[in-house]
């Protein structure tokens, strides 16, 4: 695996995590600092950077869209919700807003790194 891959994937992971955790306590930061991150680590230009971002947001929405279905699924909500409602399917798309704006952060980051000391 060459070089490029492995800082793409360890830079969307590092990200996606990034996203996660401060997106609990800031909503709007959390995908913008997330996704620089992974633009940073993931090097390459602007566009790589910013497919590292956009992949840390959907990695990021995935994890939180399986934490809501597993809360979902526990006895004392089930009874009152469907496993696949309406209302989770709108969260699920309300929510791709983290990999829109992870996307514009690693935008931001690639664009910095191109325009940084090599």
Avoid at 76 to 82: C, K, M, N, S
């Amino acid at each position: 695996m060459n070089d490029i891959k492995k800082n793409f994937w360890m830079g969307t992971g590092i990200g996606g995590i990034i996203i996660i955790i401060v997106d609990l306590m800031i909503p709007f930061l959390g995908p913008l600092l997330g996704g620089f991150v992974a633009g940073l680590i993931a090097k390459g230009g602007i566009m790589n950077g910013g497919k590292a971002g956009f992949t840390a947001g959907i990695l990021a929405t995935i994890v939180i869209a399986l934490v809501i279905l597993a809360g979902m699924v526990s006895p004392p909500i089930a009874e009152y919700l469907p496993p696949v409602s309406t209302g989770y399917i709108l969260f699920v798309t309300l929510t791709l807003y983290l990999a829109l704006l992870a996307g514009i952060g690693g935008f931001i980051a690639g664009a910095v790194r191109k325009s940084g000391p090599r």
